[in-house]
């Protein structure tokens, strides 16, 4: 009989360690470190993480005789350590380039100089579920106007920054991130620099399309004024 340790990687923090479906540890910044555990034939390690509607587990990895003895145990080294990543996870570098694109267009169709019509309304509804019933996307819509048609705004640039990222169900996500809007006026008029923060957007990815999309942004409550910017 002897004893083994190892240190588990994986790509959800929060994923719980299972060793013969037995909880040993739980995941956090991306590790988790399980030591002096007695080896016998047949034992294996998972993870799982339960959602409010699934439970995701990943592939099995069955813990052979000699393998991550602890007398050998490096936390530092490669060799005494488990990937088990969840599959189709996406990560937060994921999102931010979803919003990067998103944020990119609505700043340009808010230019005086750009058009916003059928073509472009279908373009940026593709960011929705559900594209041009979304809530959300209408108010997107009803923002772009607002500063198309405005006697003194030129445009308002645009760019999202994610702060947090949660797995909440299978292919979807909450995500909380700032927005930061500068608005540029046609006269001498200063711009105005303005930062809100989403706190519980919901996005749904969508595999076939391999692409996000925004369910929802959450209601009032969940929006709030960083940064007016005196305006």
Do not use: C
Request: glycine fraction near 4%; aromatic fraction near 12%.
């Amino acid at each position: 009989m002897y004893k083994i340790s190892f240190k588990v990687t994986s790509n959800i923090d929060g994923a719980k360690v299972l060793l013969n479906d037995k909880e040993v540890g739980t995941i956090q910044n991306g590790q988790a470190e399980i030591k002096d555990v007695v080896w016998h034939q047949g034992l294996a390690v998972q993870l799982a993480y339960e959602t409010a509607n699934d439970q995701l587990k990943t592939d099995t990895y069955q813990l052979s005789a000699d393998e991550y003895l602890a007398d050998d145990y490096d936390a530092d080294s490669y060799a005494s350590e488990i990937s088990l990543d969840f599959d189709a996870i996406q990560t937060k570098a994921d999102v931010q380039s979803y919003l990067d694109d998103l944020y990119s267009e609505l700043s340009s169709y808010t230019s005086t100089y750009s058009d916003f019509e059928t073509t472009e309304r279908r373009d940026l509804a593709e960011y929705f579920v559900n594209g041009l019933d979304n809530t959300d996307e209408k108010d997107f819509e009803k923002f772009i106007n607002d500063i198309k048609t405005s006697d003194k705004k030129l445009r308002v640039d645009a760019q999202a920054k994610v702060e947090t990222v949660s797995l909440t169900g299978k292919n979807t996500y909450t995500v909380q991130y700032l927005i930061y809007y500068d608005t540029i006026y046609k006269d001498d008029t200063p711009d105005v620099n303005q930062v809100f923060r989403y706190k519980k957007a919901t996005l749904y990815y969508n595999e076939d399309e391999a692409k996000f999309q925004i369910d929802n942004l959450g209601v009032v409550e969940n929006f709030e004024t960083v940064d007016s910017g005196d305006a």
